[in-house]
C-alpha cells in the first residue's frame, strides 16, 4: 500500500492562512491526501481562524505540550503532535520567519523520510531557490529536499526578466534595476506600520537589497549570472508593492514584440488601473482568500522603450504573497508528482487573471 500524500504547513501568518485553505479546498485536484497545518501558540484572537481552517477540512497538529491549551481553547483536539505530524507528512511548508532554525533542529531529522522541505523568501540559505515557471527545470526530484520559495519582489523582478529580456530563454539582459516601492504592514498585522515613507539600505555591495541578490541566485541555478541591482523604501501604505523597473537589453526590440510576450505569459496580469487600492481590491473581490496568484501585474501604459529599442522602462505591482503561495503549491505537487504536476496544478487556473 503506497503512502499517503500529506503536506504540512507550518504556521498560519499571511502566507500559511491562504496556502492551507488553498490546499485543502483543491487537495483532490492536487493530489493530496490529507493537509495538517501546527500553530504553536493558542490566541483567543486567532481562535476564529483556526476553527475556519478546520472547518475547511485541515487538521490542527501543535507541540505535545500545548494539546490541552488548544483544547481549553475550544478549538477542538489536534489530531497529533509536532513530531508525528513531521514523520507522516510528504511534504513541508514552513511559513515562518525561523526555516533556517527550524531546519538545523528539527527538519534535518526528518529529511530521509520527506519529499520536501519548503521555506519562504526571508530564508536565504535553506535550499535551492525556487519560483514556478522561472527555473522549474533547475529541480532535480529525490535530490533536492530543501527548496526556497523566493520572495514576493523577488517573484516580481525575475518574472519581468524572464518575460521582458529572456525571451525564447536566450539571455537579452545587459543589466537590470529595479526600486523596490514597498507597502508597510499588511493588513493582518497590528504593529509595523510607518508615519511616513522610510528610506532603506543597500546592505549588499553587489546586488543592493536582497530582491535582486535572490533573482540572481534563482537565475544562477539556470546557469545564468545577470546583473541585477535593487533599491527598497516603504511607503505608509498597506495595500500593495509596486517595481519600477529599468532594463538595458543587449538587442533591440519592439514595443509590440513586448506587449506580445507580456499578454502570452499566464503568471503576468495586465492592468489599466493606476492606483494600489483599485488592483488590491480587484484581489479581495475576486482572488482567493483575497489574493492574486499571477507573479506581477502590469500596467502597460507605463512601459517605455527608448528609440533605439535597447531600454525598457516601467512600473508593476506585485500581488505580495500571492505568487509565492502559488509556487509554493506547485513545488509540493512537483514532490508528489514530478511527471504531471504541471497539469494538476492548472486546477488554480481559475486564480491567474489575464487582467486586473
Known amino acids: 500500500m503506497s503512502r499517503e500524500k500529506k503536506v504540512l504547513v507550518i504556521g498560519t501568518g499571511t502566507i500559511g492562512e491562504p496556502l492551507i485553505g488553498l490546499l485543502s479546498a483543491y487537495g483532490k485536484e492536487l493530489g493530496i491526501d490529507e493537509v495538517l497545518f501546527h500553530k504553536r501558540t493558542p490566541l483567543l484572537t486567532d481562535r476564529s481562524k483556526v476553527r475556519d481552517l478546520i472547518r475547511k477540512g485541515a487538521k490542527l497538529v501543535t507541540d505535545a505540550d500545548r494539546m490541552d491549551a488548544f483544547e481549553d481553547l475550544e478549538v477542538g483536539t489536534p489530531v497529533m503532535a509536532t513530531e508525528a505530524a513531521l514523520e507522516e507528512a510528504s ?120 530582491h535582486a541578490r535572490d ?11 545577470l546583473d541585477l541591482f535593487s533599491s527598497a523604501l516603504k511607503l505608509n501604505t498597506q495595500y500593495m508593492h509596486i517595481i519600477q523597473f529599468h532594463l538595458r537589453l543587449k538587442k533591440k526590440t519592439t514595443m509590440d514584440a513586448l506587449l506580445e510576450r507580456i499578454h502570452e505569459n499566464d503568471r503576468v496580469a495586465v492592468t489599466y488601473k493606476k492606483t494600489a487600492n483599485s488592483v488590491f481590491s480587484f484581489g479581495r473581490d475576486h482572488g482567493y482568500f483575497g489574493r492574486i496568484l499571477n507573479q506581477t ?60
Open 297 to 356: 501585474v502590469i500596467p502597460p501604459d507605463t512601459l517605455a522603450l527608448t528609440e533605439d529599442g535597447t531600454e525598457v522602462v516601467g512600473y508593476c505591482f506585485t500581488p505580495q504573497d500571492g505568487n509565492s503561495i502559488l509556487s509554493s503549491i506547485a513545488a509540493s505537487v512537483w514532490a508528489l508528482y514530478p511527471d504531471d504536476y504541471e497539469q494538476r496544478i492548472q486546477a488554480l487556473q481559475e486564480w491567474f487573471f489575464d487582467e486586473v
Open 215 to 225: 533573482a540572481y541566485h534563482l537565475f544562477k541555478t539556470l546557469g545564468l549570472e
Open 91 to 210: 511534504v513541508v511548508i514552513d511559513c515562518t520567519p525561523a526555516g533556517n532554525k527550524m531546519k538545523e533542529e528539527l527538519y534535518n531529522d526528518f529529511a530521509a523520510n520527506t519529499d520536501l522541505f519548503i521555506a519562504q523568501g526571508s530564508e536565504f540559505g535553506f535550499g535551492k531557490m525556487y519560483a514556478r515557471g522561472i527555473n522549474d527545470r533547475a529541480l532535480i526530484h529525490g535530490e533536492d529536499k530543501f527548496v526556497q520559495v523566493v520572495s514576493c519582489n523577488t517573484h516580481n523582478i525575475s518574472v519581468l526578466i524572464e518575460t521582458l529580456a529572456l525571451g525564447d530563454g536566450k539571455d537579452n539582459l545587459d543589466h537590470g534595476r529595479f526600486v523596490c516601492i514597498r507597502r508597510s504592514n499588511d493588513l493582518s498585522q497590528d504593529t509595523g506600520f510607518l508615519p511616513s515613507p522610510e528610506v532603506g539600505k543597500h546592505k549588499d555591495p553587489e546586488f543592493g537589497t536582497h
